[in-house]
């Protein structure tokens, strides 16, 4: 066994007859090639797992390890099967030629062989080899392409979500800010408008004015003041609870006597078209909540049922208490809510379409849920438009946490 350097390429030749290793060993040495030999199989599969040669020249009719035993045994070795493999041998029967194809070989010569034609095969053997080779790494390079492109694509279509996600934020945020503005500049102008007006009349003309036509317009003067003093309280409300400054302050409170009360208070400014019902079930003498956000959520839900129902009807409190929970429900046979309105009523500043010209600033609602909410409670709405509309509030019974029960004490819970 022999090794050269070459430009050319490594060759195994493998004849257990050195007269022919030796007149194809000169000739592809003479044509520039780096030879290994061997003599016999064993020689042969050795050499090739160490020297990695380009091409094995194999004959098939050896002793011990013959020619197709040699190249089943290259073929089936992952760091040599890709090393091409020409047979050549004195075996000119065709079921020989098939099975030196089928053992994986690139070519078969008979022998006796003719040197120039033997060095032509090789030649266009290692051609396809080496062409082969580079389609093989031009593959995997075109794979890592496309993997780059896939993440280039992935990541761009993340990009895009998100931009699209901001762009939808800005426009509910610039939708918002409108609404925002239209609201106040309607609602605080009106009371501004009845302020100024009735106070310059007063300026001007309270010596022709009797006493009862000055007092209506000091009674308008004080209605937009207070009016205009609960557009601001509701605003800096909804702003503390936002901000989590509102804190939540609960006691024991016996609920039927407080809704009783409240409904009385209220009943008061309530128009004669309207029918109030009031009624309650069960007990609830030891609810622990907080007063101010039950009064809250009650007064809204109470004068939105009044205000939307502009031609009367009854107006039914209905308050349930069982064994894990209470529920309030306010209902009325008002105007009705549009159904693609009612997901967006909980919303600061919406309102329902068909308002037409029913006063309001669209806050009341979201007041509602956060102090619901502060609860752990639920709130739910049922309306049709034309006929009426019903809210549903279910607040959870809740122990206080480190408090003996029966104890009036205020604390934080939550
Ligand atoms: P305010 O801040 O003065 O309460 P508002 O009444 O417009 O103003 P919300 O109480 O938040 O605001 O109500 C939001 C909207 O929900 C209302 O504008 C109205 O379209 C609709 N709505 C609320 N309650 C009723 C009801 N009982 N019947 C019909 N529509 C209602
Ligand atoms: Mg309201």
Known sequence: MSRETSEKGSILIVDDNPTNLGVLSDYFSDSGWEILVAQDGEAAIETVEYAHPDIVLLDIIMPVVDGFETCRHLKANPSTKDIPVIFMSALSETVDKVRGFQLGAVDYISKPVQQEEVLARVNTHLSIRNLTRRLQEQNIRLQQEIRNRQQAEEQL???????????????????????IISTISHEYRTPLTII?????????????????????????????ANHLTDLVNDVLFLSRVEFEKLEFQPEFIDLVSFFRELVEELQVGVNEAHQLIFTSSGECRQFYGDTKLLRQIFTNLFSNAFKYSPNGGKVSIQLICETHQVILQVGDQGIGIPPEDQGKLFDSFNRGKNVGTIAGTGLGLSIVKKCVELHNGKILVESVVGTGTTFTVSLPLREPINLPIGTHQQQNYD
């Not at 279509?157 to 800005?170: I, K, S, T």
């Open 157 to 179: 279509l993340g990009l895009q979500a998100e931009l699209y996600q901001a762009l939808a934020q800005e426009k509910e945020l610039n939708e918002l800010k409108s609404r």
């Open 196 to 224: 100024s007006s009735s106070a310059e009349i007063l300026e001007a003309y309270r010596h022709k004015l009797d006493e009862s036509k000055q007092l209506k317009h000091l009674e308008r003067i004080k209605i937009a």
